[in-house]
C-alpha cells in the first residue's frame, strides 16, 4: 500500500537511510509511516508480545487532526468516527443533574475533529506500516551503542541492529530513554493520580445509546459510555498519593475500592473489568531538558507524556511524528541537527499541553466541593449561545 499520506502523490525513492523504532504505539508506527514516506527502510520492535488495539478514546483536532491528514489517515479513520454524543452528568446514585447535547460540544469543536478509540488509530497506522516495515513483537531493548554514523541496538534474542537513526517511542517507562539517557526516576513528575480505562459491552453500561453519563466528585471522576457495540468504554481518574500500593493492588481492586459506591452503570462496569483488559497507570509527566542525543531520539510519552489530562496525547504523537520526518527531510545526513531542529520547533506546544494538562487535574479530579460546583456552572453556562462561541474561541486558540 504505497498510496498514503503524501507518496500517494508520488512514488517513494528509497534513500538507502535505515531507521529503527522502538514501541508500535501511536508514536512509533506514526514515526515508522511517516520515515518510510521519506525513503526510509525501518524497523519497528515491540515488547508486547501482539498487537496492542484497545484503549480509551481520544481526540483528534488542530494539529492532530491535520497531521492524521497529512499522514493519509483520514480514509482509515473517517468511519470509526463517534462523531459527538450527549454528555450527562450525574449525581453519584446515577441521578441526572444537567445533560448537554451533542450539538454543543459540535458548535465549540467545529468540524475538522474526529472522536476515535485509540485502537483506531493504532489499526490504521499498523495497517499502513504492515505493508512495508519489519514489525517484531515480543522483543525488548538490551543495550544501545551509537558512533557518529550508526545506532547499534542489541535485543533480547541477541538479534543486533544497525541503523542511521534509533526513534525511542516506547511509552512513559521507556527503556530507550533508561538507556540513552537516564532512569526514570530523573525525568518523571508525579502527578498524584491514577487513571483507569476498558471496553464495555454497550447492552450492560444501564444508558441509552449514544449517551456518556460522566460523575464527578472531590478527588475523583467516573464516567461510562454508550456508544454502540465495540464502541462502549469506562474511564475513571482520582487522586492517590501512593501509585505503587495501587498498581500492586491491581485494577479492578483498586478501581472498586475507589468508586464501588457509586451508581449509574458505574457498579455494573466495574463488574465487566476482567484482568488485563484495563489501561491502569500513575499519572505523570515525563520532562526533560533534551529529546535526542547523537542518532537516538525520543518520541511521544517517551519524551514528555503530557497525560490523559491534556485529552492531547494521540494527537501529540501523529504531529510529533510528521514533524520529525519534515526535519530530517530538511536537513539530509546531518541527522543530529535535524533532531535539534526538529525539537526547537515542537517543544513550545509539548510545554503548553504540558501545563494545560496540571492545569486540568482540577476537572478530572476537583479539589473540593465548591470546585466541584464551579465546574457545573461552567457546564452550565457553554449551552448559552453568547458563552458557546467564547469557549469555540478558546478551543481554537488553544489549538494554534
Known sequence: MEAF????HRQVEPTGKRATVIGAGIAGLAAALRLRQEGWDVVVVERAPSRRSSGYLVNLHGPGY????????????????IGFFTSVLVHADGREKLRIPAAVTEAAVGDRALSVFRGDVESALYEAVAEFADIRFGATVRAIAQTA????????DDTHLRSDLLVGADGVHSRVRELVFAAETEYFVDLGHMV???????SSTQL???VGATFIGPGRTAAVMNLGPGRSSAFFAYRCPDHAAELALGAAPAL????????GGVAEALRQLEPGTAYFDSVGQIVMDRWSRGRVVLLGDAAWCVTVFAGYGAALALDGADQLGTALAAHGDDIPT???????TLRPEVAKRQALARKG???FAPSSRAQVWAGEMMLRAIQLPGIRGLVRRAIQRANN
Open 338 to 344: 535535524a533532531l535539534d531542529a526538529w525539537e526547537t
Open 196 to 202: 483507569g480505562a476498558f471496553p464495555l459491552a454497550s
Open 5 to 8: 499520506g503524501r507518496a500517494a
Open 361 to 363: 487535574i482540577s476537572r
Open 149 to 156: 554514523g550508526e545506532v547499534d541496538v542489541t535485543l533480547s
Open 256 to 263: 472498586t475500592r475507589a468508586f464501588g459506591d457509586l451508581g
Open 208 to 210: 441509552p445509546d449514544g
Open 66 to 81: 491535520d497531521a492524521a491528514e497529512r499522514l493519509g489517515l483520514l480514509p482509515a479513520l473517517a468511519p470509526r468516527d
